[in-house]
């Protein structure tokens, strides 16, 4: 043990602590509602990661699973008449019914290559934005309300914010796994080159089919509390064309392939769009172009991201001014490349 | 019943064209480029409003206006690939160039809303309304025209190709970009005409899609989802495969709407995945290359 690992544990205790006390802290509701919605979109920007992140094969597809959550919800408590609390219950459900709708949506977009595949997902998002539309159990164009939630608005957004939390917590944890099994060694494999993976034995279809229904199901989970978060759900806002989007952005500010990149790009991003749409100066469709411009300057000026950017800048700074290497800067560089290994899912490209 | 499903087949067939034309640029800058254009929706709609904006402003003919938007949507393209798609390097270029032109997407929907606001409108010029009637079947002479239109648009298309200099580098770079560039022939300029050349047959299609739909700065995602289908349906990079296809799949959505004009979308869509269980890489795609 040594002096870096103890401070990436202490740093990880005091994000713990900050993120539990946050709420407490801040009770206004405004407030916490940002908290509660960049949360849900950690979530999702992990479960992204989860497949497209370790696999390479970018979905633009994800608002399936979010939407398809949220509906399902919506569908059981309304016609099973669960109220209050119990509706919690259904969120399981949720789940399985992203992982029952992935796996025929990834074994006919699996099947091909990565630019098709992009261009699949999205094709399969709108044959399910039109199904929302067109279904008569979807409530058509005016979509689903939610059952009541009996709770004042300050332990409403507080209770949300620990649930999203939970979530997030538990998506962070699966990812972690993930990247440090021989599950995300495959995937990785895959992304390196999908054909000598397969030759080495990976069996490709299987484990991208896997990856990709672990994503939907956390997906489609976090879709269900947003909707009982918002106690609405539109076609047009559960789908969103937007959400992808807004997603594959947050993962690539933050860094492509890693999970605290994923993380970190929904805690700026969320946040951001949702300060932008409160401004009346970018109201409307000018935080759309505020967002693309955003957008724009990430894959211009920093591709790779904010936390692969920031750990190398930070591995400059350590060994400038410290050419002769002594027993301490050996250690310390081992230390930081074992470091950068672990804590980088995405692993030395 | 038999005239409906004439009359929807016609009118397939003559919207086709106008997608044919659309899908080409979409194709083409695939071939090339090797990105895929999400903004090629988008610049269709912008297409459209230009044509749109000087029919209603200017009282220009949306057919004469041509003259001055065909040109003007080729400057926007190069620029666009100028700006941001020839910046792009590395490993992670393919999908990089998608997130790209989904911001540049984003962004002329973005200001096309600022400026137009959310109503839908649509270019009608007087003969937009009239018909002809052939055969016992009535054809709008906006579609009669807009198909010849788009006839021509792929002609012109099809000459630059195979009958010019260009043309030929176009190809060798859809080839091989390695041994184009060793051949002497700048990958960079040919890749900029492209894109521009790709980007200016949606000021065409704009204008036939402005004047037989209403459209809005939304209406974007509808036609790019439509294209990128009926590109994926071709083979990425075929453009006698975006021909085909388009005919194939607006002739089926066409029918199809006959007797399920809600559903008729869907069709579309279940069609692409129908094909892609059968042959991943499209009708008419090229042999695959190994770890692409």
């Known amino acids: 043990m040594n002096v870096r690992a103890l401070a990436k544990g202490g740093g990880l205790v005091a994000l713990i602590v900050v993120a ?111 199904m929302a539309f067109n279904f008569w159990f979807t409530g058509g164009s005016s979509g689903l309300g939610s059952p009541f939630l009996t709770w004042a608005p300050v332990p409403y957004n507080q209770n949300f914010y620990y649930i999203a939390l939970a979530f997030t917590a538990g998506s962070v944890v699966i990812a972690w796994l993930v990247g440090r099994s021989r599950f995300g060694l495959q995937l990785r494999a895959i992304r390196d080159d999908e054909d000598r993976a397969r030759g080495l034995g990976v069996k490709t279809m299987r484990v991208k089919l896997t990856a990709f229904t672990v994503s939907g199901a956390l997906t489609a989970m976090i879709g269900a509390v947003w909707f009982y978060y918002l106690n609405q759900v539109e076609p ?42 409160t401004q009346p100066a970018f109201s409307g469709s000018l935080s759309e172009v505020m967002l693309g411009g955003v957008f724009l300057l990430v894959v211009l000026f920093m591709p790779r991201g904010i936390i692969p950017t920031g750990r190398e800048y930070l591995t400059k700074l350590r060994t400038r001014g410290q050419p002769a290497v002594s027993a301490a800067d050996a250690d310390g560089a081992a230390a930081a490349a074992q470091s950068a290994s672990s804590v980088n899912s995405g692993g030395a490209r | 019943m038999a005239r409906e499903i004439i009359t929807a087949i016609v009118d397939g067939i003559l919207l086709g064209g106008v997608y044919a034309l659309m899908a080409v640029g979409l194709t083409l800058i695939f071939g090339v480029l090797d990105i895929i ?32 938007t065909i040109p003007a949507m080729f400057v926007i393209g190069v620029v666009i690939h100028w700006a941001f798609i020839s910046r792009l390097r590395g490993t992670e270029r393919t999908s990089m160039t998608l997130l790209v032109t989904y911001a540049v997407a984003l962004i002329i929907e973005g200001i096309l809303f600022k400026i137009y606001g959310a109503d839908n409108v649509q270019i009608s010029p007087r003969y937009v309304n009239s018909s002809a009637h052939v055969l016992g079947v009535y054809i709008g002479w906006i579609y009669i025209w807009g198909f010849i239109l788009a006839v021509a648009g792929v002609a012109v298309v099809y000459a630059l190709l195979y009958r010019t200099r260009f043309g030929r580098s176009v190809r060798a770079v859809m080839q091989d970009e390695t041994a184009a560039r060793l051949v002497g022939i700048s990958v960079n300029k040919v890749a900029a005409l492209t894109f ?46 975006a021909l085909a296809a388009s005919l194939f799949m607006l002739t089926l959505e066409s029918v199809v709407t006959v007797w399920q004009p809600t559903w008729a979308v869907a069709v579309y869509y279940a069609a692409l995945v129908i094909v892609l269980l059968f042959r991943p890489r499209g009708l008419f795609g090229r042999k695959a290359v190994r770890a692409q």
């Open chain 1, 20 to 130: 539990v006390a946050f709420p407490q802290v801040f009770t206004n509701p405004a407030v916490t509602n940002y908290g509660v919605l960049a949360l849900i979109f950690a979530t999702a920007a992990v479960a992204w990661h989860i497949f497209s992140g370790n696999t390479g094969y970018i979905s633009l597809g994800q608002a399936v699973f979010f939407g398809s959550g949220a509906y399902a919800m919506g569908i059981a408590a309304r016609d099973w008449h669960v109220q209050g609390t119990g509706v919690f219950e259904l969120l399981p459900l949720c789940g399985a019914v992203g992982a029952v709708i992935a796996v025929p949506f990834g074994l006919i977009a699996l099947r091909v290559r990565r630019h098709t595949f992009i261009v699949v997902t999205i094709a399969i998002f709108f044959i399910f934005q039109l």
């Open chain 2, 196 to 241: 521009g050349i790709g980007v200016a047959v949606t000021a065409a299609g704009g204008m036939e899609f402005g004047a037989t739909n209403a459209f809005n700065a939304n209406s974007g995602y509808d036609l790019i989802s439509r294209l990128l289908s009926i590109v994926i349906l071709g083979g990425m990079g075929s453009v006698g495969g």
């Open chain 1, 236 to 277: 047009q806002t559960g789908f969103n064309p937007l959400f992808d989007l807004t997603l594959v952005l947050m993962v690539f500010l933050g860094g492509l392939g890693s999970i605290s990149g994923a993380v970190l790009g929904a805690l700026i991003i969320e946040p951001l769009s949702l300060w932008l749409n």
């Open chain 2, 37 to 68: 254009n999400i903004a090629q929706g988008v610049l269709v709609i912008l297409g459209a409003y230009l044509s749109y904006s000087l029919f209603t402003k200017a009282h220009i003919d949306p057919f004469l206006g041509l003259l001055i």
